[in-house]
């Protein structure tokens, strides 16, 4: 038993389907299991086009949702809690991701990730029996874990913030006068009031006469609002009558009106400097390779992409990949990967003593025949062969998948085709998947869109992020997947990079650009920023032309001058 129940089809109410919380005996309490399933039921939803809206209730008498299970947590190690966030964030991802509308119908105690739930709705119809409240500073918990993330945009700052600091709670009537719930109900009526509602969206849902041409994460533009005053008649929604996507922000954290996200407190950096931009530069003297990637290593950034094993007619700049992981001197704290094309260069890397390999497929059919010579799903069946043998041989193995945002041969790359390609890996084993923007093509909402479809299919997979910043949206992109909590991505000491089979593609965000924005921001990196630049000012000594970091050109905005 997950504890969610899903019922697609409700006599007298096609289109209409129903998720609930089936877990009484806890007042709904959501642990993994069931955050799990959640998300899972989300997923499917979104791709079901005889579904029109949904109807989100909980089972029992005492509770809607009292957030999460803390009793489980209690229970957790700290690398449990860490590796259960993103399950939580995956469910409730995958309801705001929904397309079709969903009604929250609320009774009982509706506290803390159960707020959350409803907030997450386009509407919520209470019965007089509900309790809202978002209690997290009363127990000793961080704003922001709970429903406080969402409680801007239906109460405004100042509301908002009085809910948030003070933990107080809501009863049906206060919640309906502040805006909180859109309309309040005799006890008992809330879940067939919602389903009758619901009923009359499904018959003129916008959605319901278009085809699903795009994922569920499409959703983060769609979400189309309407109210009706408290006691007021029902009414359907004007058809096609759009708003801007929801905010995740809430008040601040500090007074400075900061976000309040699932922005995560520290990131991972992967240093690919030394091979993705190295090998869009002309060719590097081996010791010269050697020396930058030493230098990177006293930084204090803990992942560094070395070398990559390919062909030397295909990509000379990477022919000595072999002498340069030979003369380097590694420091013990810092992670040395190195990435292949195909099995016969995963091999070498394995040969070289490589613990950590990352293999490349393109979701773009047409690049990846430039890059490797064949389509998609063949490097996909043998990416399958390189996870099997990577681990039999003690390593991980991380898949790129490139082109994730755009391909300079097909245009647009469907999200649907890239996250089949993700969903190809996973299925094969991949330790983590990687998203590439090749060609500098991704926009913060294109990065929403993926990154929130990758959350609700693959919630336990790890993500990291590789942008490009040929069009200059590399940071801001950046900062899209923060406040959707990816907590990995790559960067390139100066900027270097590019991709040989990308014209046009130059440019990965530059390491110490992302350190400087992310640092100010309260985000940990481990980096040394100073140093940092001085490994840039190096790497454009070796390869004898400007590179194209500004915090290299002007330093820190720490940094002054002598009046």
């Given at each position: 038993?997950?504890?969610?129940?899903?019922?697609?089809?409700?006599?007298?109410?096609?289109?209409?389907?129903?998720?609930?919380?089936?877990?009484?005996?806890?007042?709904?309490?959501?642990?993994?299991?069931?955050?799990?399933?959640?998300?899972?039921?989300?997923?499917?939803?979104?791709?079901?086009?005889?579904?029109?809206?949904?109807?989100?209730?909980?089972?029992?008498?005492?509770?809607?949702?009292?957030?999460?299970?803390?009793?489980?947590?209690?229970?957790?190690?700290?690398?449990?809690?860490?590796?259960?966030?993103?399950?939580?964030?995956?469910?409730?991802?995958?309801?705001?991701?929904?397309?079709?509308?969903?009604?929250?119908?609320?009774?009982?105690?509706?506290?803390?990730?159960?707020?959350?739930?409803?907030?997450?709705?386009?509407?919520?119809?209470?019965?007089?029996?509900?309790?809202?409240?978002?209690?997290?500073?009363?127990?000793?918990?961080?704003?922001?874990?709970?429903?406080?993330?969402?409680?801007?945009?239906?109460?405004?700052?100042?509301?908002?913030?009085?809910?948030?600091?003070?933990?107080?709670?809501?009863?049906?009537?206060?919640?309906?006068?502040?805006?909180?719930?859109?309309?309040?109900?005799?006890?008992?009526?809330?879940?067939?009031?919602?389903?009758?509602?619901?009923?009359?969206?499904?018959?003129?849902?916008?959605?319901?006469?278009?085809?699903?041409?795009?994922?569920?994460a499409s959703a983060w533009r769609r979400r189309w609002r309407w109210r009706t005053r408290p006691g007021a008649p029902p009414r359907?929604?004007?058809?096609?009558?759009?708003?801007?996507?929801?905010?995740?922000?809430?008040?601040?954290?500090?007074?400075?009106?900061?976000?309040?996200?699932?922005?995560?407190?520290?990131?991972?950096?992967?240093?690919?400097?030394?091979?993705?931009?190295?090998?869009?530069?002309?060719?590097?003297?081996?010791?010269?390779?050697?020396?930058?990637?030493?230098?990177?290593?006293?930084?204090?950034?803990?992942?560094?992409?070395?070398?990559?094993?390919?062909?030397?007619?295909?990509?000379?700049?990477?022919?000595?990949?072999?002498?340069?992981?030979?003369?380097?001197?590694?420091?013990?704290?810092?992670?040395?990967?190195?990435?292949?094309?195909?099995?016969?260069?995963?091999?070498?890397?394995?040969?070289?003593?490589?613990?950590?390999?990352?293999?490349?497929?393109?979701?773009?059919?047409?690049?990846?025949?430039?890059?490797?010579?064949?389509?998609?799903?063949?490097?996909?069946?043998?990416?399958?062969?390189?996870?099997?043998?990577?681990?039999?041989?003690?390593?991980?193995?991380?898949?790129?998948?490139?082109?994730?945002?755009?391909?300079?041969?097909?245009?647009?790359?469907?999200?649907?085709?890239?996250?089949?390609?993700?969903?190809?890996?996973?299925?094969?084993?991949?330790?983590?998947?990687?998203?590439?923007?090749?060609?500098?093509?991704?926009?913060?909402?294109?990065?929403?869109?993926?990154?929130?479809?990758?959350?609700?299919?693959?919630?336990?997979?790890?993500?990291?992020?590789?942008?490009h910043n040929t069009r200059g949206t590399g940071l801001a992109n950046v900062l899209a997947a923060l406040e959707l909590g990816v907590?990995?991505?790559?960067?390139?000491?100066?900027?270097?990079?590019?991709?040989?089979?990308?014209?046009?593609?130059?440019?990965?965000?530059?390491?110490?650009?992302?350190?400087?924005?992310?640092?100010?921001?309260?985000?940990?990196?481990?980096?040394?920023?100073?140093?940092?630049?001085?490994?840039?000012?190096?790497?454009?000594?070796?390869?004898?032309?400007?590179?194209?970091?500004?915090?290299?050109?002007?330093?820190?905005?720490?940094?002054?001058?002598?009046?």
């Open positions: 038993m997950d504890g969610v129940i899903v019922r697609e089809r409700i006599a007298g109410h096609p289109g209409v389907a129903e998720i609930m919380l089936d877990r009484a005996e806890a007042m709904n309490a959501i642990n993994t299991a069931m955050a799990l399933r959640l998300a899972q039921a989300c997923a499917e939803l979104a791709t079901d086009r005889q579904v029109r809206a949904v109807v989100l209730y909980g089972t029992g008498e005492r509770a809607f949702c009292v957030g999460a299970d803390l009793k489980e947590r209690n229970r957790m190690s700290d690398a449990d809690f860490l590796r259960q966030r993103p399950v939580f964030r995956a469910a409730f991802g995958g309801l705001l991701a929904l397309p079709q509308p969903v009604i929250a119908a609320v009774h009982g105690y509706a506290l803390g990730g159960g707020c959350e739930l409803a907030l997450s709705c386009d509407m919520i119809v209470a019965d007089e029996t509900a309790v809202f409240g978002l209690p997290e500073t009363t127990v000793g918990l961080v704003p922001g874990g709970g429903g406080t993330q969402l409680a801007l945009r239906r109460l405004g700052p100042g509301r908002a913030a009085d809910l948030v600091l003070s933990g107080r709670r809501v009863d049906a009537g206060e919640a309906a006068r502040i805006g909180l719930a859109d309309r309040v109900v005799p006890p008992g009526t809330a879940c067939p009031e919602a389903i009758e509602l619901a009923g009359r969206m499904a018959a003129g849902s916008p959605v319901a006469g278009q085809p699903f041409a795009r994922g569920p359907c929604p004007p058809t096609g009558a759009r708003a801007s996507p929801p905010s995740t922000r809430s008040a601040s954290r500090n007074g400075q009106g900061s976000d309040m996200s699932d922005m995560p407190a520290r990131i991972s950096l992967r240093e690919v400097g030394p091979r993705d931009g190295l090998q869009n530069e002309d060719p590097v003297p081996t010791p010269a390779k050697i020396a930058l990637i030493d230098r990177l290593g006293h930084t204090g950034v803990s992942r560094i992409e070395a070398v990559s094993f390919v062909r030397a007619d295909a990509i000379p700049q990477m022919a000595d990949a072999d002498e340069v992981w030979a003369g380097v001197a590694r420091v013990p704290t810092v992670r040395y990967s190195a990435l292949a094309p195909n099995l016969r260069g995963a091999r070498r890397a394995l040969d070289a003593g490589f613990t950590e390999v990352e293999v490349v497929v393109s979701a773009s059919d047409t690049h990846n025949r430039k890059n490797v010579n064949r389509s998609t799903e063949q490097s996909l069946d043998e990416i399958a062969v390189v996870i099997d043998e990577a681990h039999q041989r003690g390593a991980t193995c991380q898949v790129i998948v490139s082109t994730a945002w755009g391909c300079p041969y097909e245009g647009d790359v469907p999200v649907d085709r890239v996250l089949w390609a993700a969903g190809r890996a996973v299925a094969d084993g991949a330790d983590s998947v990687s998203f590439g923007d090749t060609t500098g093509m991704a926009t913060p909402r294109r990065v929403r869109d993926l990154v929130g479809g990758f959350r609700s299919r693959f919630p336990g997979t790890p993500l990291n992020l590789h942008f907590d990995d991505f790559d960067a390139s000491v100066g900027g270097l990079g590019g991709c040989p089979y990308a014209p046009g593609a130059t440019g990965n965000i530059a390491t110490e650009e992302l350190v400087h924005m992310v640092e100010d921001m309260g985000v940990a990196t481990g980096v040394d920023l100073d140093a940092m630049i001085d490994a840039a000012a190096e790497a454009e000594r070796i390869v004898g032309r400007e590179l194209p970091s500004q915090v290299l050109r002007a330093g820190p905005r720490t940094r002054t001058i002598p009046a």
